[in-house]
């Protein structure tokens, strides 16, 4: 779907568009069937794209749009409505338009071929009330690399959102390592948390065989549809984009996005209003993706935006300010989310087996859920199997000399702090409070995990990938004069969101 159309883009469009090409419907499917049956109205005013042009229904439902022999037709979601799903929970949205299906000569399935266009694309929306305020699940890179790491993420993961509150997941790319023959048992598995799932393309999750980049995505048309749209939650609109792009020959990737692509965000956000939070969602970092400006123009403007990745398999929180080219009044946020694998599912396994693969920031592996309210969010770090309340990990020695002690420091990760966090400790209850500093640099029990683990390995090399510096890292000296005896180290720590969240540790001083 990244074909370069030479028809004229139709920005906003009449109702309904009397360009000959594509045509349909969309419906309010009162038998929630999926099929358009008798008695069954069209919806008016319901954006519909081709992956570039939008059309809008008319009062009868009606929309037409252009397309060549690879398009893939979608239904904009609007606020109070759904789309139906399928076994697996995957939003069906979506009609692909491939006659002739995938290239054969790749390695995964793509998609078969679909024959002539019908004469009629319907598209089926199930009234569904949306609250202002909800919760969304975002994962980032579960990437398994084989059933045994599904098994994982079965475990490790799904367990305990089974029941959730939250009102559908996003996963942020890279749902595979490589072997997309692993997309049914995933999504199968997924499918058991019991809320819609939509996801994002990463640079594990395409065809490596073809040589170019049009042609790398059509495995996950085959399972998820197009690889870039939009749609609405409740008052919050969310941009799913395909920032890889695929160089075939040269057998490389990298950050980008393609004009088709940027036409349609343009064209979609014609019809956003201001007031309402935009949110983009991608696999690579935005200050990775190599047009980015282009992307900023689109946005930088708007009050209310926020944007989303995985890849690094570290968390952060960044301020795109105008050291980047961005011209907003006040800097985007741009969310780098925690992966569910962690580094890339590696560590000692614990007592059911799972590695402990703790990400090389030295936060734990988990997901966010991110509650919305209106145009405003927070991020909740949730780390996996963890209590809710396991917000930080407080390094400190066991022992310290207490004529030494000022040699030594104390470190604090505070999984979901920024730059905007505060930390304080005390040590003893009589103690004065003390402001510890930012510090962007290796998390130290990271690496002492990875020189532990490397040193009882069978080849006395790490398994664990090398440390990337924390952006959520705070230190201290530990301050002279501390009374002989076991202390109390208490640490006060802000998050992003100003929320105060607190930890113990327990050290011994010694003559």
């Known amino acids: 779907m990244k074909t370069a159309f030479t028809l004229i883009t139709l920005i906003i469009l009449l109702p309904f568009s009397s360009a000959k090409g594509a045509k349909g419907t969309v419906f309010n499917d009162k038998n929630k069937n999926g099929k358009k049956d008798k008695g069954e109205p069209g919806i008016e005013n319901i954006a519909v ?16 749009l252009p397309h060549d022999d690879d398009t893939i037709f979608f239904v904009i979601k609007p606020r109070d409505w759904r789309t139906p799903l399928n076994k697996d929970n995957l939003p069906q ?12 000569n790749l390695k995964y399935k793509g998609v078969e071929p679909t024959g002539p266009l019908p004469e009629s694309i319907d598209f089926a929306l199930i009234p569904n009330k949306e609250p202002d305020t909800f919760k969304a699940i975002f994962f980032g890179d579960p990437q398994p690399r084989s059933i045994e790491q599904i098994n994982y993420i079965a475990h490790d993961i799904i367990p305990e959102l089974v029941g959730t509150e939250a009102k559908f997941g996003v996963t942020l790319g890279d749902i595979m390592f490589d072997d997309l023959d692993l997309f049914k048992p995933s999504n199968a598995n997924l499918a058991l948390i019991g809320i819609p799932w ?15 980049d049009a042609g790398s995505d059509e495995t996950f048309h085959r399972f998820f549809g ?10 919050v609109h969310f941009v799913i984009l395909d920032d890889v792009e695929w160089s075939g020959k040269n057998n490389r990737y990298k950050g980008g996005l393609d004009e088709d692509q940027l036409t349609f965000v343009k064209n979609d956000l014609a019809l956003v209003p201001e007031e309402k939070l935009v949110v983009l969602m991608m696999h690579i970092p935005l200050t990775n993706v190599g047009n980015r400006q282009k992307l900023y123009r689109l946005i930088e403007k708007r009050p209310y935006t926020m944007s989303i990745s995985g890849h690094t398999h570290w968390h952060a929180h960044k301020l795109i300010d105008e050291k980047d080219g961005w011209k907003g009044k006040e800097p985007h946020h741009h969310i780098i989310n925690v992966c569910v694998s962690g580094t890339w599912w590696k560590g000692t396994k614990d007592e059911v087996g799972i ?20 145009n405003k969010h927070v991020l909740d770090f949730k780390a996996a199997r963890q209590p809710a309340s396991y917000q930080m990990n407080i390094q400190a020695p066991d022992k310290i000399d207490q004529q030494n002690a000022k040699k030594e420091f104390i470190y604090v990760n505070v999984f979901n702090g920024s730059s905007k966090s505060k930390v304080k400790m005390r040590i003893g209850k009589k103690g004065d409070w003390v402001e510890l500093n930012k510090s962007v640099e290796n998390d130290p029990s990271y690496v002492k995990t990875r020189e532990r683990e490397a040193t009882n390995s069978k080849s006395g090399k790490p398994e664990l990938n090398p440390p990337s510096p924390s952006d959520h890292l705070w230190k201290v000296q530990i301050p002279p004069g501390l009374k002989v005896g076991s202390q109390l180290i208490e640490i006060e720590a802000t998050d992003h969101y100003g929320r105060v969240h607190k930890g113990n540790r327990i050290i011994r001083i010694e003559k």
Request: proline residues 8%.
């Open 49 to 64: 794209s081709n992956g570039k042009e939008i059309s809008k229904t008319n009062k009868q439902g009606e929309w037409e």
């Open 93 to 104: 949205f979506y009609y692909i338009h491939k006659p002739k299906g995938s290239p054969k």
């Open 198 to 212: 939509y996801n994002v393309v990463g640079n594990h999750d395409i065809n490596f065989d073809s040589e170019d």
């Open 226 to 235: 197009p690889n870039y749209y939009s749609f609405d939650h409740g008052p």
């Open 355 to 374: 590695p402990h693969s703790t990400m090389r920031d030295g936060a734990p592996n988990g997901y966010s859920i991110v509650t919305f309210d209106g």
